[in-house]
């Protein structure tokens, strides 16, 4: 089973993934493996660290695309060559169309650092500290045509503490995410069917 990862930026989930797949031995346990990472943006960081573990990369740079619809048709195509049974959306800071996530129903899947259904969206860390939460986390999600909606497959809870900063308070959030997405997709790999 291939799995392929978007990413648009540093690429920390993507990594602990990759990690994850390694030292747990995904090919010979769950008969999956990272295939491929596709970013958006020629600068990802992400990038080097997958080409480093010997990983494909791709880049489908949007703003070369005069519409939503044509980055998202190019990008799936390029998705399509991996024959991914799960595509991991991790840092990928793209709104993505309905046909997109249509195509993909299913076995597309989210990273979002909130407790959704709370704070979906952008800066969600200064929110959650903005309305006085004592609690936080991170949720892992299938996507569905709404933006951070869609069935929650796991999630991890961090307290807020009294001198929080939005940083401080993503700082905590990321270690969590690094340890549920991978286990998230090990749970979930079972129950996808082989592309072929
Ligand atoms: C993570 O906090 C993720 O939840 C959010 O964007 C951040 C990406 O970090 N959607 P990284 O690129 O995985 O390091």
Redesign the pocket.
């Known amino acids: 089973k291939n799995i392929v990862i978007l990413?648009s930026?540093?690429?920390?989930?993507?990594a602990a993934i990759i990690r994850a797949a390694q030292r747990e031995g995904w090919r010979k346990s769950l008969d999956a493996q990272v295939s491929a990472v596709i970013s958006n943006r020629p600068d990802a960081g992400?990038l080097a660290i997958a080409r480093e573990q010997l990983v494909a990369t791709d880049v489908v740079d949007h703003k070369n695309f005069p519409s939503r619809e044509a980055f998202d048709a190019e990008l799936a195509g390029v998705i399509d060559r991996h024959n991914p049974s799960l595509v991991v959306l991790?840092?990928f800071m793209r709104i993505l169309t309905p046909a997109f996530v249509a195509r993909y129903e299913g076995r597309l899947i989210n990273?979002?650092?909130s407790l959704l259904p709370a704070f979906p969206g952008l800066h969600t860390h200064q929110r959650a500290i903005d309305a006085g939460c004592k609690f936080a986390g991170?949720t892992v999600h299938q996507v569905t045509a709404e933006l951070d909606f869609g069935p929650i497959l796991d999630q991890a809870v961090v307290p807020v503490l009294p001198d929080d900063t939005a940083a401080s308070l993503?700082a905590r959030?990321?270690t969590q995410?690094h340890l549920i997405y991978p286990r998230a997709i090990a749970a979930l790999l079972p129950t996808l069917a082989t592309a072929r």
């Open positions: 990413i930026g540093g690429g920390s989930n993507m992400g991790a840092g990273i979002h650092p991170v993503a959030v990321l995410e």
